[in-house]
């Protein structure tokens, strides 16, 4: 089983939901915090979210208000509820713990928002 592997993106107008998900191997996903990524264009990889195995969550301030971190202790996934979205949106979305594990990354998944 592969460690990490994200599903969901999608290409939506803006202000519309996208529901993300990763599907974690139960290695990676008991006691670890969570996080979801996003890389866009020539630019750095951030975290946008990230969830402690309690469920305390954190948001990037740019989607604060407009991002859900959730996980699922019986399905071993991590989700992310996007709503609102806006063009500057656009990147590709992991999924790793948090500090991230650079052997575990997967391959992502792609979330485009047309203005």
């Known amino acids: 089983q592969v460690p990490l592997a994200e599903s969901g993106g999608g290409l939506v107008q803006a202000g519309g939901s996208l529901k993300l998900s990763c599907a974690v191997s139960?290695?990676?996903?008991?006691?670890?915090?969570m996080g979801w990524y996003r890389q866009a264009p020539a630019e750095q990889r951030l975290m946008v979210a990230q969830?402690?195995?309690?469920?305390?969550?954190n948001y990037a301030d740019s989607v604060k208000g407009r991002f859900t971190i959730s996980r699922d202790r019986n399905m071993y996934t991590i989700d992310l509820h996007m709503t609102s979205l806006k063009p500057e949106d656009t990147a590709t979305y992991y999924c790793?713990?948090?500090?991230?594990?650079?052997?575990?990354w997967g391959q992502g998944t792609q979330v485009t928002v047309s203005s």
């Open positions: 969830i402690a195995f309690r469920g305390d969550t």
């Open positions: 139960r290695k990676v996903f008991s006691g670890n915090i």
């Open positions: 790793n713990t948090v500090p991230a594990r650079d052997n575990d």
